[in-house]
């Protein structure tokens, strides 16, 4: 009897977990990411607030312990946000952060809380913004980024 009643709990938490959930898309980098290909999502909200999260998994084979990511919002007519975002990836000793799955890891990161937005179609360009220690110019190719999401909820 409680294994049926822990059973339908696990059950009822995964159905419950994407209620609020109003936008939540994948892209698939192939190899590596390049620092001129912008990630881009379309979607259309209605006016209130949200929140929102970039969704990064990463394989082994990523090899900082930080991740710079440069976000913009567009409006139909113009930018709205432009962000440049760093965000932590691996602990101090080096091992990557995040749900593991298999040779997976996977992180939920914030990009905005309680971001009003009006009725409208928007769209988010995301690029990578990494560069190597005492250099200048931008790291070209960045290996271990296996996708790049973008997630939108409703705020609570």
């Known amino acids: 009897m409680l294994t049926r009643v822990l059973i339908v709990l696990i059950i009822f938490s995964f159905l419950s977990c994407g209620q609020d959930r109003i936008f939540?898309?994948?892209?698939?980098?192939?190899?590596?990411?390049?620092?001129?290909?912008?990630?881009?999502?379309?979607?259309?909200l209605k006016s209130?607030?949200?929140?929102?999260?970039?969704?990064?998994?990463?394989?082994?084979?990523?090899?900082?312990?930080?991740?710079?990511?440069?976000?913009?919002?567009?409006?139909?007519?113009?930018?709205?946000?432009?962000?440049?975002?760093?965000?932590?990836?691996?602990?101090?000793?080096?091992?990557?952060?995040?749900?593991?799955?298999?040779?997976?890891?996977?992180?939920?990161?914030?990009?905005?809380e309680s971001a009003k937005f009006e009725n409208g179609k928007y769209l988010v360009t995301i690029q990578h913004a990494m560069r190597k220690i005492n250099k200048v110019s931008g790291l070209k190719l960045l290996d271990g980024i296996i996708n790049i999401?973008?997630?939108?909820?409703k705020e609570k």
């Open 24 to 44: 939540d898309s994948y892209k698939t980098i192939p190899n590596q990411w390049d620092k001129d290909s912008l990630i881009m999502f379309e979607f259309d």
């Open 149 to 153: 999401g973008y997630r939108i909820e």
């Open 48 to 112: 209130s607030s949200y929140n929102s999260f970039i969704n990064v998994r990463t394989d082994q084979s990523y090899m900082f312990n930080n991740l710079f990511l440069i976000i913009t919002v567009h409006d139909s007519t113009k930018i709205i946000m432009k962000d440049t975002l760093e965000y932590k990836m691996a602990n101090s000793d080096g091992k990557l952060l995040g749900k593991k799955f298999l040779n997976t890891y996977e992180n939920k990161l914030v990009h905005k």
